[in-house]
């Protein structure tokens, strides 16, 4: 099937049909190897150590204090929303670490469903399952779905927030929907408050569709920039309650800046562009044709982003795992510009000004304020890792490559070598990524993040 969409469901089409039967194969994928994992007793691997060392522990707590919760100091460095849901669970009877870890693992399935059913609507079965399935494989996916670990549910929200500011009606129902997801995301995860960004690009994008002026636009977007206070009010709260961003436990190692983000972002985008190759080369092809000044700009900027910070891998710099295991094996250029930053920033960026210019400017705002927002907020960290990026990335890529102008699907069984070859690369490390030796669920010792006064016990001790 061939057919130009600008993004609109088209509810005749063969695409129109098969959301729900993509979302339960992407489900299936992900709840397969997780349950798995479970079952067998697996214990391995970061996701483990963090689930056993901090989620789990703090979960148990909450249960225990139900529901007059102590949040002035928790074992996590994030909001306690994810916590809170899985201790209403252990109150109601699913106490058991299995029983918890299986309620991550239909958050999770969650999330992926969410997002391949977006993928469903606009493109044929298999391109579907093709864009959706590196999302579920992921070990930043699979990891937080297995163990006790909040990321997935906060996932959840950033992308049910994305999907509706895209959504082509121009109902306040949605903007006020997004409101609400954007309150609950800030108690889940707190530095997803750069998800207000999509709200208020939503509402004046949305306004200038409607024919209004500049100024009543602004007027629109300010409105419903009112409207996502509520979201604030939570994060200032916590602040007030913790004295800073995070809980005073982990304020001299977590907040921070890390000049290197944006450069690191850019080279998963590089790196994840070959695996999307048959969408990332002709949106390169037409906007060197006919957006070449944005291509080879973006190229400029990236190669600056790489040159500037310092962007070599660095333990004690919070640049280190994922991709940086790579970075760290390559020459280092004035001892702190990392030459495959160098070569791969400048790729990510030109894709990403490519796969820009190719949509609607409607969708164009949307996406691409999605992508600076969350670069700052997450520059806005110390540490640099890629468990932080790559969920999203593997979500906003995908809208990026089915909201394209005049796109033609994917045909052949050639154009989906490279989609599989990646499918494969991330199940591999996924694999290897949960093998090891276990953390034991009694006697971990203690992570540094907690206190001399408050000595490390087991979950449920």
Not at 112 to 125: F, S, Y
Not at 325 to 333: F, G, N
Not at 410 to 420: D, N, Y
Not at 442 to 461: C, K, N, V, Y
Request: aromatic share 10%.
């Amino acid at each position: 099937m061939s057919s130009e969409r600008s993004g609109k469901f088209d509810p005749s089409s063969r695409a129109g049909r098969a959301p729900l039967l993509v979302a339960l194969i992407a489900s299936l994928v992900l709840a397969i190897p997780s349950a798995y994992l479970i079952l067998s007793g697996n214990n391995c691997g970061r996701a483990a150590f963090d689930a056993t060392a901090y989620h789990l522990r703090f979960i148990r707590d909450l249960a225990a204090q139900f529901p007059a919760f102590d949040l002035s100091n928790p074992l996590t460095a994030t909001t306690p929303g994810y916590h809170i849901v899985l201790a209403l669970l252990a109150r109601m009877g699913a106490d058991s670490i299995e029983a918890l870890r299986f309620g991550s693992v239909a958050i999770g399935c969650a999330f992926v469903a969410t997002v391949a059913i977006w993928c469903g609507r606009r493109a044929a079965r298999g391109e579907a399952l093709a864009l959706a399935l590196p999302l579920a494989v992921s070990i930043y996916v699979v990891g937080a779905a297995a163990w006790t670990v909040p990321d997935n549910l906060a996932w959840l929200l950033v992308v049910g927030i994305l999907w509706l500011a895209l959504m082509d009606s121009r109902r306040s129902a949605r903007l006020a929907a997004a409101c609400v997801l954007l309150a609950l995301l800030v108690y889940v995860r707190q530095i997803h408050i750069w998800a207000a960004a999509i709200i208020w690009i939503a509402a004046f994008t949305d306004a200038r569709a409607e024919g209004r002026t500049l100024g009543a636009a602004l007027a629109r977007a300010a409105m419903w920039a009112c409207a996502t206070l509520p979201a604030f009010l939570v994060l200032w709260l916590f602040m007030r309650k913790w004295g800073g961003l995070t809980p005073p436990r982990f304020q001299s190692d977590i907040q921070g800046i890390n000049g290197a983000t944006p450069a690191f972002i850019l080279l998963q985008i590089a790196i994840l562009s070959v695996g999307f190759l048959p969408w990332t080369w002709p949106a390169l092809v037409r906007a060197w044709r006919e957006h070449r000044g944005v291509v080879v700009g973006g190229a400029l900027g990236g190669l600056l982003l790489a040159a500037i910070p310092a962007t070599n891998a660095s333990f004690e710099a919070g640049r280190f795992s994922g991709w940086w295991s790579i970075v760290e094996r390559a020459p280092v250029i004035a001892g702190r510009t990392s030459v495959v930053m160098i070569l791969a920033a400048p790729i990510g960026a030109a894709v990403l000004g490519a796969l820009l210019a190719g949509l609607r400017p409607r969708d164009r705002a949307i996406l691409g304020v999605t992508i600076l927002a969350f670069t700052a907020a997450l520059t806005a960290n110390f540490n640099c890792w890629q468990r932080y990026h790559e969920p999203l990335l593997l979500c906003v890529l995908p809208a990026c490559f089915l909201l394209q102008v005049g796109r033609v699907d994917l045909r052949g069984s050639l154009g989906f070598v490279p989609p599989a070859l990646l499918v494969l690369m991330l199940g591999l490390v996924s694999a290897g990524g949960f093998r090891g030796d276990p953390w034991p669920m009694d006697t971990l010792p203690a992570p540094q993040h907690i206190a001399p006064d408050d000595p490390f016990r087991a979950p449920g001790e």
